[in-house]
């Protein structure tokens, strides 16, 4: 059996013993502890430092399986798998999540056709999602206990910030410095340990965010927000990305005013709710370029007053005639690709902005005309999402009282046995809108 020790210091050991009478009980198993006071449980390594003390008891996890399934990614441009793991279980600030649905992004598919090259794997892939809280880490705070009470219904986004670190303390969450070296470098999380165990060799499998595609997931808990029961687990899964993700665009990049006039380069996932924020936010033009008819088509549900097909016309100056040959306010990248970086710089008009919001492969170069950019004032701003602690729960308003609209904005969703179907048809640009997949 896999297993993982834990050495209590002498202090501690006396407290855990009058707590414990000399016992502890792993799983159904009752251990003898009055000699070494060391603690044997499932789910790590007998000389691993993966640890929990005895000391500390987590809130609810009663009943749980033992065991989980999610899909790993093992290596580039192979399918995803879906194994077996240990049950994970939460630390100290962290909530365990029964996952009820994962959106399908377009980042996880980069990662696995070995776009991102600097990330690590096997890992656990899924970074947005909805789900119920079992199980709270030992020491929780206990205001976070009494936020996200066991029961409750929550999204979590796929920034994940730690709370304490320089950017964290200035509200700079998307900078989080934890969140970059410990989670997006090396695959754990913030203790520099991962969470995940395959149920069969113990192998340990690296998380990508959370690992959210599967069956249970470990949440820092400052990365989550309460969903409430009048919307749907399904559709709202896409708040903790697609959304997230425009959102931080519109409102802290490029800082929509009322009667801006607006282009969205990709009308994906996040292209489309690009369009919708930049309605809430109460922009005039509102220019939606794409490739494919369909999804210009949806796109004037989400707010577009304008569409172009970048094939059947030249993009740049289609926006120019527009905008009566001055360009954009704003104009944002939302597909990732050297083309359409500079299409976004060329599209604004003079002290305007382009904001990049897609991610392409490690090391894409975007080119940009430097006189343009230093004579005409030109401001090509880098966004990564929104701000967890004060933006998700403004989302999950926006959902509720419908000024986003995001029953129309899933157009597909999948089975947790169809994950592979699922990415496959995204590659393909199959997918109009955003797609998410239903695990329990």
């Known amino acids: 059996m ?20 000399n016992r502890v009980f792993i799983q159904n198993t009752i251990i003898s502890n009055t000699n070494n006071n060391s603690i044997v449980e499932n789910g790590g390594s007998v000389n691993s430092h993966h640890c929990y003390s005895s000391q500390a008891s987590s809130v ?6 033992s065991y989980m399934r999610g899909a790993v990614f093992w290596e580039p441009n192979k399918p995803l798998i879906i194994e077996e793991f240990h049950m994970p279980r939460p630390k100290s600030g962290e909530i365990l999540i029964k996952t009820k649905a994962c959106g399908v992004c377009h ?9 991102f090259s600097s990330y690590i794997s096997p ?38 910030p730690c709370g304490n670190c320089f950017f964290c303390s200035k509200g ?43 069956e249970y997931c470990v949440v820092p808990a400052h990365a989550l927000s309460i969903l409430p029961n009048s919307l749907p687990y399904t559709e709202s899964a896409i708040l903790g990305c697609a959304v997230f993700t425009a959102y931080g665009a519109m409102a802290h990049a490029a800082e929509v005013r009322p009667g801006d006039s607006v282009a969205v380069i990709g009308i994906g996932g996040v ?66 690709k050297p083309q359409t970086f500079f299409q976004c710089t060329q599209s604004v008009r003079d ?15 975007g080119e940009v005309d430097v006189n343009l950019l230093v004579r005409r004032k030109i401001k090509v701003i880098g966004s990564y999402g929104a701000k967890p602690r004060q933006d998700l729960p403004k989302l999950v308003r926006l959902a509720e009282t ?23 048809e995204l590659d393909q640009g199959s997918i109009v809108g955003r797609a998410v997949i239903e695990i329990s």
Do not use: W
Not at 60 to 65: E, N, S, T, Y
Not at 351 to 360: C, D, E, P, Q
């Open 402 to 424: 419908g000024v986003l609209n995001i029953s129309d904005a899933v157009s597909r969703i999948y089975k947790f046995e169809e994950a592979v179907q699922a990415f496959h």
């Open 2 to 21: 896999f297993r993982r020790v834990i050495t209590k210091s002498k202090t501690q050991s006396q407290h855990s013993l009058r707590l414990l009478s």
């Open 172 to 214: 700079e969450d998307e900078l989080c410095e934890d969140f970059s070296a410990y989670n997006r470098a090396k695959g754990t999380l913030f203790d520099g340990e991962i969470r995940l165990f395959l149920r069969g060799s113990g192998k340990q499998i690296f998380m990508y965010c959370m690992g959210g595609l599967a």
């Open 123 to 160: 890992c656990v892939v899924g970074h947005e999602i909805t789900g119920e809280v079992v199980e709270h880490g030992p020491f929780t705070d206990s205001k976070i206990v009494k936020r996200y009470p066991i029961g409750s219904h929550v999204v979590g986004a796929f920034i994940m």
């Open 107 to 115: 980042s996880d598919l980069h990662l696995m056709k070995g776009d």
């Open 271 to 336: 292209g489309s709710s690009c369009l919708q924020i930049a309605r809430a936010f109460g922009a005039s033009d509102i220019i939606a370029v794409d490739v494919q008819d369909e999804k210009l088509q949806k796109a004037k549900q989400f707010g577009a007053t304008h569409t172009i097909n970048a094939i059947q016309e030249d993009a740049i100056e289609k926006i120019r005639e527009i905008t009566g040959g001055v360009g954009v306010d704003i104009a944002v990248e939302a597909l990732g």
């Open 60 to 65: 609810g996890g009663v009943g749980l399986p």
């Open 351 to 365: 002290g305007g902005k382009a904001v990049m919001v897609g991610l392409t492969q490690t090391g894409a170069m």
